[in-house]
């Protein structure tokens, strides 16, 4: 939009989140609600001088403050009792706004935090030129028409996906509202009063959350590897897994020793992009003398989520050429799985032997690995 016209960007984020069983557009994703995520990349738009938040009337004092300071003019309206409704309020706002027959609106919604600034400018230049824009997809699936007589195959060709943001003639768009209609989307309205809308490519990644499946799948998931080896030495007791074993040795170290849960967590640090617990529980400070790797690892676990981080799933394998270790696997798992917060079916562990061979055949220590798959809180 380079001739000087004003644009605006409405949010809708009015809905009652029916589907999704809960408020959706106030949950977060990482630091920042679903509805902040959406409206983002509006504020730093070539094409954009305004910002209009639709929301619920309950939901007003808390959207103000959350779009307090933004680098835009950011007015935030209650919607009304249908989408048509809260959209047509926010039009009204918008030629208050602006004052001017030329200006260009983007309708976006709230439920889609994965827009593009590019796709905000490249639809709302074309809106510019041809009085619409739409931005749609191709439809992957396979698809079938229902009917009363029954169903038939729909050609893929022949069908796209709508997204938003859907940009428009602001003076075009009050008349289609003004013919007192309502729909899903401002492409229908649009297209009653003045034919076919323009379409343009949208974005793949440009998704809506509709259900809160929808947000999980988009989460960001790590992996880390873990790795410890302890002495055995006569008059330690044998501590793995959170569990004292009956054993004529144990394991040797600064805190309890536990090769198995120190692995863990490592795993999880790594993961995490945390430095290693020789940096966390440094191996020179008298505090960690004897200490407890369980509670270790609840230390471990804070430390996660307040970077942003939790476990999702903890696998590890001790080493280990005596004692036999399976009669006390499923405690081991039990206490791991308390301290990270996870279900028992979150946490498996196994043991094995070296068949003699090396420093831990020769029962002269104890090793353990471990591998955790761990994820962004949303």
């Not at 009652?16 to 983002?40: F, N, P, T, Y």
């Not at 790590?222 to 569990?243: A, M």
């Not at 309890?256 to 529980?281: N, Q, R, S, Y």
């Not at 996660?304 to 009669?327: H, Q, W």
């Amino acid at each position: 939009m380079t001739d000087g016209r004003k644009g605006i960007a409405i949010i809708v984020a009015a809905g009652q989140s029916v589907r999704a069983g809960v408020d959706k557009l106030w949950l977060r994703m990482g630091e920042k609600h679903i509805v902040e995520l959406a409206a983002e990349p509006f504020f730093s738009a070539s094409t954009i001088s305004d910002v209009i938040i639709v929301v619920r009337k309950d939901k007003l004092d808390h959207a103000r403050a959350v779009f307090a300071s933004r680098p835009l003019p950011c007015t935030v309206i209650a919607g009304g009792e249908s989408r048509t409704e809260s959209v047509r309020l926010a039009l009204e706002e918008a030629n208050r706004i602006t004052g001017s027959a030329d200006a260009v609106v983007a309708i976006h919604d709230g439920a889609r935090p994965y827009l593009t600034r590019s796709l905000i400018e490249k639809t709302m230049d074309l809106a510019a030129i041809t009085g619409s824009a739409v931005p749609v997809t191709p439809s992957v699936d396979s698809l079938r028409l229902v009917t009363e007589k029954g169903n038939e195959p729909l050609a893929r060709d022949a069908v796209v996906r709508v997204q938003t943001p859907q940009c428009f003639s602001l003076k075009k768009l009050l008349a289609a509202y003004d013919l007192g209609e309502s729909a899903t989307d401002d492409a229908t309205l649009y297209e009653k009063a003045f034919g076919t809308v323009t379409l343009t490519e949208g974005e793949p990644q440009n998704e809506k959350i509709t259900y809160l499946s929808d947000i999980y799948k988009n989460e960001m998931s790590r992996v880390g590897v873990g790795y410890d080896v302890h002495e055995l030495v006569k008059g330690r007791p044998l501590t793995l897994g959170g569990v004292t074993i009956p054993h004529d040795k144990g394991l040797i170290g600064h805190s309890d020793a536990d090769a198995l849960v120190h692995a863990i967590m490592d795993a999880l640090l790594t993961a995490a992009g945390l430095p290693d617990i020789g940096h966390m529980f440094p191996s020179d400070d008298p505090k960690f003398e004897d200490a407890n790797s369980i509670s270790m690892l609840r230390a471990v676990i804070a430390t996660m989520r307040f970077r942003g981080f939790v476990p999702d799933n903890i696998s590890a394998t001790v080493i280990a050429e005596k004692p036999k270790l399976a009669p006390y696997l499923t405690e081991m798992e039990q206490n791991v799985a308390k301290a990270a917060k996870l279900t028992p079916d979150k946490v498996k562990f196994a043991a094995t032997t070296t068949e003699g061979l090396g420093v831990v055949g020769e029962e002269k220590g104890i090793a353990a690995y471990a591998v955790a798959l761990i994820r962004a809180i949303n």
